[in-house]
């Protein structure tokens, strides 16, 4: 009996060994052949802002580099949380993607119980598509042309002034109180549902500052009802080169926090699949006809060599020191 027993252990153990090895060519096969049925592309905000204008570019880039049809779906909600944790609980198979920015990838985490998720843990990323340039505007009523007129301003009156941003948590919110950190200033956050409100409150002269992304503040700034203070990347942007980059102004050296756009995809994603993602998105950004296209949209592309990974590790961390600096709850 005992020997009966154990044949029958080592017969099932076979044929369970025979099923997975049948099988381990039609899964090889089928990321081998990826992709052969339309791609789900998630853009975690509503259409219209900029998250949505560059992520169906990266879309329609896709569709090109990879031959495929790819859907693109807003499923907007708690500044990007919900879209994003429909890509993290997604099959990783590569047919669930997210076009993406750096507030549900790398902000949120810190301001928002409701989110579950670890974006450093629970996402593949795939790649930096582009930048996303904020500009520190003052209202045109402020007369303050620089960053240490600002500064000064501030200063003399700790508490007086207000700056807005699109939301707690916002890329554009840690990059305020970045500034109040370095500059060592006082002023109020003033927290929007969005930019709109925002927008119309700094050019008609009731809120003092703002933190604002590049395509909505161009058209203010050119007709006089926004002053550019500076813009938040290391370096100047090449379709603004007039506005300094806020690091260069001595209080505050050093600054730099801008957000991003990103593609990534849940955890567990096939090797060969990121692999081919990656190639269809660096091809794109040797495009020039792309580049062209994110630029308009105010969103400089980038090099394609960015580590994505390091990028929110690293933004994570600087935005979990600003969280407890300011107190920021949600």
């Known amino acids: ?27 090889v096969h089928a990321q081998s052949d990826y992709p052969n049925k339309p791609i789900r592309l998630i853009i975690p905000f509503a259409a219209g802002g900029s998250v949505d204008m560059v992520g169906r570019i990266i879309g329609e880039m896709l569709t090109r580099q990879l031959q495929a049809t790819v859907i693109v779906e ?13 890509v993290v609980s997604s099959k990783p198979d590569g047919y669930t993607l997210m076009a993406g920015s750096s507030n549900e990838m790398a902000g949120t985490k810190f301001v928002n119980a409701a989110q579950k998720y670890d974006p450093s843990a629970d996402l593949t990323p795939i790649g930096l598509a582009a930048i996303a ?17 600002f500064v000064a301003l501030a200063k003399a009156s700790p508490g007086k002034y207000s700056y807005g941003s699109p939301g707690i948590g916002s890329t554009p919110h840690f ?16 927290p929007y549902k969005g930019s709109a409100a925002m ?6 002269g009731t809120l003092d500052f703002g933190v604002i992304s590049q395509s909505l503040a161009a058209p203010f700034i050119k ?13 100047r942007i090449p379709s603004m080169k007039d506005i300094p980059a806020l690091g260069e102004s001595p209080s505050l050296k050093g600054y730099a926090l801008n957000g991003w756009f990103a593609f990534a ?12 993602l990656q190639g269809a998105l ?21 090099k394609g060599d960015e580590d994505l990974a390091q990028i929110i590790r690293t933004d994570m961390g600087k935005y979990a020191e600003l969280v407890k600096f300011a107190k920021i709850t949600d």
């Open 1 to 27: 009996m005992a020997q009966a027993r154990i044949s029958r252990r080592t017969l099932a153990a076979f044929a369970a060994a025979c099923a997975a090895m049948a099988a381990l060519p039609t899964a």
């Open 265 to 276: 995809g849940p955890k567990g994603l096939p090797p060969e699949i990121v692999s081919k």
């Open 74 to 86: 807003n499923i907007p909600g708690a500044a990007g949380v919900v879209g994003a944790q429909r």
């Open 223 to 235: 007709d006089g009802r926004m002053t550019a203070l500076g813009v938040t990347t290391a370096q």
């Open 175 to 190: 990059s305020g109180e970045l500034i109040k950190k370095i500059a060592g200033v006082d002023v109020a956050h003033i």
């Open 133 to 149: 340039p904020n500009i520190w505007v003052a209202g045109s009523h402020m007369k303050v042309k620089n960053v240490e007129e």
């Open 199 to 204: 927008v119309s409150d700094l050019a008609g």
């Open 282 to 302: 660096k091809a794109g950004l040797k495009d020039p006809a792309f580049r062209e296209r994110l630029d308009a949209a105010g969103a400089p592309a980038a």
